[in-house]
């Protein structure tokens, strides 16, 4: 069986396209023209177990940014996107006794609805951070996948914890938009971009704040159907997704591209080909655990610099100085020094 998906294989459930198409009919975009040539046609938008691929979706999102002619439709699309919209997921949710016991269900599950994203979850002391992470590239309209996901998160988290989230600080893996002073119709605080990871920090207490009408039985109830919906692709994941989480365990002297392919049970050729259809390589994702690791390491601990090159693979601290420096434009002891 097949390690990992990709763009090609049909995991994207059906409420993303009709959730995205009606938002653009309503900013003008005339139907037919949204899914023309994506290989949609409208009764498969109804359907509750139709699939679609991300290159489909990718095509009907070309469309309606470009019917629109708003490049911020991403926002308008994920505030769009309701509890009904989520199904028996959605019931557990809103059934769930607190945000907190919500967030995890969701962190459990979300790979039935969003399975081109890899979430979680961590709480150091009074804050919690919601990381977001792609599971396959998403470009060009990784900005526009990322603010969705983002701003349904704001949207079902009110309706959850029944008025504005404490969100103390916003991060997105991505270039300033143009459109970016619109972020402050969700989140009252400025946004930073080009940053490593996409992540929602906020007061750890909303994990403990509780849902009003909830019924943890009936959200029992529905995460165990949610287990029995699971995508023939559950036990899978993205190939970006799966060669993060190798190389990111990787200790010392990376594997080489030959043994990812054998631990992803695929041939040297057929991963490089797909890493191409991705507009990625085995070198830049490389490149970016490391960046990640070692950005973590030089922040939040007080590891000495030649501990943490050996532990990336670098043959000695001056290329990692020099890497370092390369991938944030700082060095490792003036980031560490601003802390």
């Known amino acids: 069986m097949k390690k990992f998906f990709t763009h090609s294989d049909l995991i994207v459930p059906a409420h993303h396209p009709r959730v995205l198409v009606e938002t653009a009919v309503s900013q003008g975009a005339s139907r037919a023209q949204l899914l023309d040539g994506t290989g949609i046609v409208p009764r498969m938008l109804d359907s509750p177990d139709a699939r679609f691929s991300y290159a489909q979706f990718g095509l009907l999102t070309r469309n309606a940014l470009h019917l629109t002619r708003n490049p911020a439709l991403g926002l308008d699309y994920g505030q769009n996107i309701r509890w009904p919209h989520m199904g028996l997921l959605g019931l557990a949710l809103i059934s769930s006794a607190t945000v907190g016991a919500a967030l995890n269900a969701s962190l459990r599950h979300h790979r039935l609805l969003s399975p081109a994203f890899e979430l979680s979850l961590r709480v150091v002391a009074r804050r919690a951070v919601l990381e977001v992470r792609e599971t396959i590239p998403l470009a060009p309209f990784a900005a526009f996948a ?194």
């Open 146 to 339: 990322t603010e969705s996901l983002v701003v349904a998160f704001d949207t079902q988290g009110r309706t959850l914890f029944g008025g504005a989230l404490p969100v103390r600080a916003l991060r997105f893996a991505y270039p300033r938009p143009a459109y970016a002073e619109r972020y402050a119709e969700f989140y009252d605080i400025e946004a930073s971009f080009d940053q490593p990871m996409t992540q929602v920090e906020f007061d750890a207490s909303l994990l403990d704040a509780p849902v009003a009408g909830a019924d943890p039985a009936t959200a029992a109830l529905a995460e165990q159907y949610c287990d029995m919906q699971a995508l023939p692709l559950a036990s899978t994941d993205g190939l970006v997704a799966q060669m993060r989480r190798l190389l990111g365990s990787t200790q010392g002297k990376p594997p080489d591209l030959g043994q990812v392919a054998r631990k992803l049970q695929t041939s040297t050729r057929t991963l490089r080909r797909s890493l191409q259809a991705m507009s990625t390589s085995y070198s830049e994702l490389l490149d970016e655990s490391r960046r990640a690791r070692a950005e973590q390491w030089v922040r939040g601990t007080p590891l000495p610099f030649e501990h943490i090159a050996v532990e990336l693979g670098f043959s000695n601290v001056r290329s990692f100085r020099r890497a370092f420096k390369r991938w944030t434009g700082s060095t490792p002891g003036a980031m560490r020094d601003v802390g």
